[in-house]
């Protein structure tokens, strides 16, 4: 009898070393051993790697051209901004990976999944984490009492397999996959081996029943998905739910989607009896902002294919320091380092004597280059302290010479600025939509941007 012996394994390769290692010779990444006890794997007859065979079943080759498109089949899961990251709703067969901040809200998302399909689809929540007890009393602040909704606290995959087949579920969520073990390896739940055969073993049972899975994945202190890196290519989605949990607001976001886009997010509001949709974060993202103070500035930005509104704001502020501070949060750091130069060389703004700290409102951050002219307005407005007017809104790219860039979407950008009560959009010259005349007698004036020169301008004119 082979005896058990100790390996370390790198997160992010598999890799394995008799001996701990700084920086894995295979991924060349630093500190991902972990130390893990390896033993001859046990046979099993639901293993990952033979589940499918013991049950009878196996995949033939087929030919290309007698191939049908299958049809994958799509549940709604009664929650729109979801569905929205989603891509349309849960695809038969299919399997997501649900990860976040612990806290965050993951649990109370998922019980309220199961409160709105656990009255047409068989729904097994597996938990790992919490009783019976606990789930219930989540169940009764949530209002859920679905009749189809099957609860397991279980850890062992395989006597969770065993009640699968028994159930024959629609859908399976499983919190969480770090809680999990196998039989069939010695190491201890959580540790790369049992993530990596645990999620296989669920990814074979969906692949072949045509369930959907739901796993979801907790995060380390670096702000990964603990695991193997395996993982996120073995499902078919990765769900990012984030958000602070000092905050009432989440958004959810999809990282990876094969089944649908992954620009798409969902935002959704803390509230006591859970998780709250917000049809509207534009607004709910420019609540509370403030009139006639220097230093903010509107942009619109797109999330996929939903314009979104926010707040940008500035603070620039003479230092006696040798060395001025800079401070982004939710836009890159990099980016505004960028446009500073630009803003400096350009316009002779002595951004060098002052610190800059530059702010997203709403948690949100930021990517797109569209930010640009709202970002130089904001901190314009801050270095002279001169309000940008409150029906002003702007967005385009900035490039190193000065000159604004067009962008994509302007009409959609138009419309959701005008919805919400701009009047004055500021966009690159070039972006000008095809129906200003419309949008002129309609009560909107656009502001042509085709140098840093003109945001100055702006300002200026509000000042005479």
């Known amino acids: 009898m082979k005896t058990s ?30 130390e893990e006890t390896y033993s001859a794997p046990q046979k099993s007859a639901s293993g990952s790697k033979n589940a499918v065979r013991a049950r009878g079943e196996r995949e033939h080759a087929v030919k290309f051209g007698e191939f049908e498109l299958p049809n994958y089949l799509r549940h709604s899961t009664g929650i729109a901004e979801f ?62 009492n679905a009749e189809y909704l099957y609860v397991l606290t279980e850890t062992n995959i395989d006597d969770i397999l065993a009640d699968y087949d028994k159930i024959k579920p629609d859908i399976m969520i499983v919190d969480s996959i770090q809680t999990m073990y196998s039989d069939a390896s010695s190491s201890t739940s959580g540790s790369v081996t049992q993530v990596r055969e645990c999620s296989a073993m ?3 049972r969906a692949k072949s029943d045509g369930a959907s899975v739901i796993i979801v994945g907790h995060v380390n202190k670096e702000g990964g998905i603990a695991g193997p890196k395996v993982l996120e290519h073995m499902v078919d ?35 006591e009896t859970g998780l709250e949709e917000v049809a509207n974060p534009s607004a709910m993202l420019l609540e509370g902002r403030p009139t006639g103070v220097s230093g903010s500035c509107a942009v619109c930005i797109m999330e996929g294919s939903r314009p979104l509104i926010a707040e940008i704001q500035a603070l620039v502020t003479p230092t006696v320091f040798p060395s001025p501070r800079r401070t982004s949060n939710g836009i890159d750091y990099n980016r505004m380092c960028l446009l500073l130069a630009v803003l400096e060389k350009r316009l002779g703004l002595r951004f060098s004597s002052c610190d800059v ?25 801050s270095i002279r302290d001169i309000p940008v007017p409150d029906d002003v809104i702007a967005f385009g790219e ?39 005349e419309e949008l002129k007698n309609s009560g909107v004036d656009l502001i042509p941007l085709s140098g840093i020169y003109d945001a100055l301008l702006l300002l200026k004119g509000k000042d005479e």
């Open 398 to 436: 900035l490039g190193l010479s000065g000159e604004f860039r067009s962008v994509a979407s302007v009409e959609q950008r138009v419309n959701e600025a005008f919805r919400l009560g701009f009047t004055k959009i500021a966009l690159p010259k070039r972006s000008i939509p095809r129906n200003s």
């Open 202 to 204: 669920l990814i074979n």
């Open 237 to 271: 989605a990765v769900i990012s739910f984030e958000g602070d949990r000092r905050q009432p607001h989440r958004i959810v976001r999809a990282i990876k989607n094969r089944f649908g886009s992954t620009n798409e997010i969902g935002v959704f509001e803390m509230c």
């Open 5 to 34: 012996k100790t390996v370390y394994v790198c997160s992010e390769c598999d890799y394995q070393s008799s001996k701990w290692l700084g920086r894995c010779p295979q991924c060349n990444a630093w500190n991902t051993f972990t």
């Open 357 to 381: 700290y530059l702010n997203v409102i709403g948690g949100l951050r930021l990517d797109e280059p569209a930010i640009d002219a709202a970002a130089c307005l904001a901190m314009i407005s």
């Open 83 to 144: 569905d929205r990251v989603l891509g349309g709703g849960l695809v038969e067969g299919s399997v997501i990976l649900l990860a976040g901040e612990p806290g965050i809200g993951k649990s109370t998302l998922l019980m309220q999944l199961c409160g709105q399909i656990g009255d047409s689809c068989k729904v097994l929540y597996v938990s790992g984490e919490e009783s019976k007890g606990q789930l219930k009393m989540r169940a009764d602040r949530l209002g859920v």
